[in-house]
């Protein structure tokens, strides 16, 4: 059975701390996500990866950075968190080919306080 | 650019009562086009996928989508909503660039069920 798997489901950090959302996955695929769901704004992608220590920034990547060094994980950052980074973050993965569908973790709901 | 949108944000039904998501892209090629389901606190489970060929798509759960080109339209549907259907419902249309693919996200609808 495929997986995506986050490290965390649940989060709490205090304002100005470094924060790491670990995400790995066993179906060795070459691109990798980030995605920030918020209540009436979707999915939103943050930074992906199409491949080791490649990166490429989505819509949202202020405040974010990422990291891979190996293909099955890949790690948001985030550097000095703050309270408007509360939210659901979803990693996902897929394979390089266009035709074929994302697979997602459970998510990690973080809140910062 | 690329867009998705889903007209209702929040849709209530009865059980046993058929439904209908509406879902519209803006696309410049043909979209490669997904419907997923999250359940609470949960990630996101594919129900179905449209690439090429038959318009009509069949998924899991008993769900299917049509896709419509002269609309711009990749609506979900299932003749038969049971109470465990309720859960929020995500159409994304796949981007491809430069040899990687991502995906664009509605902002989703939540469907409730009442028994």
């Known amino acids: 059975d495929v997986k995506v798997t986050q490290s965390s489901r649940y989060l709490v950090k205090r304002t100005g701390e470094k924060v790491f959302l670990e995400c790995v996955q066993d179906?060795?695929?070459?691109?990798m996500f980030w995605y920030r769901q918020d209540p009436g704004l979707g999915l939103r992608l943050i930074y992906f990866s199409y491949d080791v220590k490649m990166k490429e920034k989505g819509d949202i990547p202020e405040g974010y950075s990422v990291s891979r060094e190996k293909k099955e994980r890949f790690s948001l950052i985030l550097e000095s968190a703050s309270t408007n980074q509360t939210s659901m973050y979803l990693c996902a993965s897929s394979s390089v080919t266009g035709d074929t569908e994302a697979f997602f973790g459970q998510g990690t709901r973080l809140t910062v306080v | 650019a690329q867009s998705v949108t889903q007209p209702d944000i929040h849709i209530t039904v009865s059980e046993g009562a058929s439904l209908e998501l509406r879902c519209n892209y803006s696309y410049g090629a043909t979209p490669y086009l997904f419907w997923y389901v999250q359940s609470p606190g949960q990630g996101l489970q594919l129900l179905l996928k449209?690439?090429?060929?038959?318009?009509l798509v069949q998924g899991i759960k008993g769900f299917e989508a049509e896709f419509k080109r002269s609309q711009s339209s990749f609506n979900l549907r299932k003749p038969s909503v049971h109470w465990s259907d309720a859960a929020e419902y995500f159409c994304?249309?796949?981007?491809?660039?430069?040899?990687?693919?991502?995906?664009?996200f509605g902002a989703g609808t939540r469907l409730a069920v009442h028994p």
């Open positions: 179906m060795d695929h070459e691109n």
């Open positions: 994304a249309v796949g981007h491809s660039s430069g040899g990687y693919n991502k995906l664009i």
């Open positions: 449209y690439f090429s060929g038959d318009t």
